[in-house]
């Protein structure tokens, strides 16, 4: 079954507000992987971390990797319209898995 | 990082009938990887497929439904056989740049089957 979870699977946020989703994975991963999937469109790499408490950002978005490897974050601050897509977390561990999922709108 | 180019981009099938989807990418790559995504589900793995050797497939998925070639390192195909309309689903290719950290995907290849 799914070894990687994302929460929320869902969220609608105003313009300009901010956005978390959260990836939790049952066993420890080697890395993991962020991409983002605009509506209509296929899954484009944004980054990966790899040590454990790692954190990186770009631009408005913030990722960590968790101590234990076994979850991550993704924090996109005062959303734009053009945040909006399905966010999914990828991780390695006996095989690569896409995470659940967490589709963003943004309200203008 | 390597481009993928996929095709068709969309088909509409009739049930019993075969699709092959093609993925050419601009440059060598050791795997490629071929991926099948329900509207507003995630990704699931069905198989991945080396140059020169038998591709190897994910629990529930098999090479006489969905059989796949690799002729060289920059081209691949997935054939779905005998459709049915529970096959209706997007079907990504992917691939890994030598070196680089992530997945680069195809297009895709939105399938109805009717």
């Known amino acids: 079954g799914q070894q990687v979870m994302q929460i929320p699977q869902y969220q609608h946020v105003q313009e300009g507000e901010d956005f978390t989703t959260y990836c939790n994975s049952s066993?420890?991963?080697?890395?993991i992987q962020w991409y983002k999937q605009r509506p209509g469109g296929h899954p484009v790499f944004l980054i990966q971390?790899?040590?454990?408490?790692e954190v990186k950002k770009q631009k408005r978005l913030t990722f960590q990797f968790g101590e234990a490897k076994k979850n991550s974050s993704l924090h996109i601050t005062a959303t734009q319209t053009t945040d909006v897509g399905t966010y999914f977390c990828?991780?390695?561990?006996?095989?690569?898995?896409f995470g659940t999922g967490t589709s963003l709108t943004v309200i203008p | 990082s390597a481009v993928i180019s996929q095709k068709p981009s969309r088909d509409i099938c009739q049930r019993g009938t075969s699709l092959t989807i093609q993925c050419q990418v601009d440059?060598?790559?050791?795997?490629m990887f071929w991926y099948r995504q329900q509207p507003g589900q995630s990704l699931t793995l069905i198989a991945t497929?080396?140059?020169?050797?038998?591709?190897?497939?994910e629990s529930g998925f098999v090479i006489d439904k969905f059989p796949i070639s690799r002729p060289n390192l920059t081209f691949s195909t997935l054939t779905v056989s005998n459709m049915s309309p529970e096959d209706s689903s997007i079907y990504l290719c992917?691939?890994?740049?030598?070196?680089?950290?992530?997945?680069?995907f195809g297009s895709g290849t939105r399938l109805t089957v009717v």
């Open positions: 992917s691939a890994r740049d030598p070196g680089a950290p992530g997945y680069t």
């Open positions: 066993t420890t991963l080697s890395n």
């Open positions: 971390l790899v040590k454990s408490g």
């Open positions: 990828a991780g390695r561990a006996n095989q690569f898995y």
């Open positions: 440059s060598q790559v050791t795997m």
């Open positions: 497929a080396n140059q020169g050797s038998e591709a190897t497939y």
